[in-house]
């Protein structure tokens, strides 16, 4: 497989992954949803999306939104989004995602690559914790406010 920036041509397919991912996180399935989400991404150049193709078929992508830390006064990815199809899975490839995300923000001036997880998610933070990352939300809590 290989792992490009999506584009205009990769909606289709990142979409239906993205949609997959949703409901990993137990929210109901919409492909109507996940396809305008993903393009208004893409349109307006809004976050980084990586993707693994096979002959025109994702088997997984990565997705990154910049932004600050103002504390540390530099310049960071979010890594929010990170998928494999269960056809692909255990072969390497979310370690083949993560590192290109990494590659990416490193060249694009980053200090830093920072991701949440879900506690049940037992594979990526083993994945995560293989690839360096360390957990670093103890001092803090999260918040979210709903504005609409």
């Not at 409901?23 to 109507?32: G, I, K, S």
Request: charged residues 30%.
């Amino acid at each position: 497989m290989e792992i490009v920036k999506a584009d205009g041509r990769h909606i289709a397919e990142v979409s239906r992954l993205f949609d997959l991912y949703r409901q990993f996180y137990e929210c109901d399935a919409d492909l109507d949803l996940a396809t305008r989400f993903i393009t208004e991404r893409i349109e307006r150049d809004e976050s980084d999306i990586f993707v693994a193709v096979l002959d025109e078929k994702a088997g997984g992508f990565v997705q990154l939104y910049p932004s600050f830390c103002s504390v540390d006064a530099v310049k960071i990815y979010i890594l929010y989004d990170l998928y494999v199809g269960a056809d692909c899975r255990k072969s390497g490839l979310g370690e083949r995602l993560m590192n290109t995300a990494t590659e990416w923000a490193k060249e694009n001036g980053a200090g830093r690559l920072d991701l949440l997880t879900a506690h049940d998610n037992i594979a990526g933070q083993h994945l995560y914790e293989k690839l360096g990352y360390k957990r670093d939300l103890e001092d803090f809590y999260a918040y979210s406010l709903k504005v609409s």
